[in-house]
């Protein structure tokens, strides 16, 4: 059972850091994961990453699947990723849609590639090597960004991209 914490917001330092990394998978990494799941399905997040709870550490999780922010995300295993590396990312980019739970009220269209493959490390210790693609990659990608101490608002290529959450519902309801 992890603990629900207050998000870091847009201006905090602890979103401009870079995260130091993990050295040794311990009972306080274990519990960190456990506060990341817990926050982030709290805030309906597709995923968090530690700074964004305070903690300077290269972790993050995903749990992508449909809720009120995210409604056309597909369903995916939740995931625990720790010292991330992005081994590959493909020359194609999509722009599609993204939100911050450290930048409420705003959504962009990011350009991201299309697909990566990455390694990293599981609770258990063990590196895994693995490709993503589309809304996975995305979101693998901006929680990535957020251990280097940058925003998906670091990626926008034009203030046009910028809408308000109600206007993104009102788009991707079409
Ligand atoms: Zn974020």
Redesign the pocket.
């Known amino acids: 059972m992890g603990r629900i914490f207050q998000i870091a917001q847009l201006g905090h330092a602890a979103l401009r850091r870079v995260a130091e990394p993990v050295t040794a998978i311990d009972q306080g990494v274990r519990e960190l994961v456990d506060d990341l799941f817990a926050t982030s399905r709290e805030a309906n997040g597709a995923?968090?990453?530690a700074p964004?709870i305070y903690v300077s550490r290269r972790v993050f999780i995903l749990s992508i699947r449909p809720t009120p922010r995210y409604p056309n995300a597909p369903e995916m295993e939740p995931l625990a990723v720790i010292n991330p590396q992005v081994l590959w990312v493909s020359e194609e980019l999509e722009k599609d849609w993204e939100g911050?739970?450290?930048?409420p009220g705003i959504r962009g269209r990011v350009p991201r590639p299309s697909a990566i493959r990455v390694r990293y490390q599981v609770l258990d210790g063990e590196p895994v090597e693995r490709e993503f693609s589309g809304f996975a990659a995305r979101v693998f990608l901006?929680?990535n960004d957020?251990l280097e101490g940058m925003?998906?608002l670091d990626h926008v290529e034009d203030n046009r991209d910028i809408v308000t959450e109600k206007e993104y519902l009102r788009l991707i309801a079409g």
Request: hydrophobic share 40%.
């Open positions: 995923g968090i990453a964004q911050c739970l450290s930048i901006h929680e957020h925003t998906w």
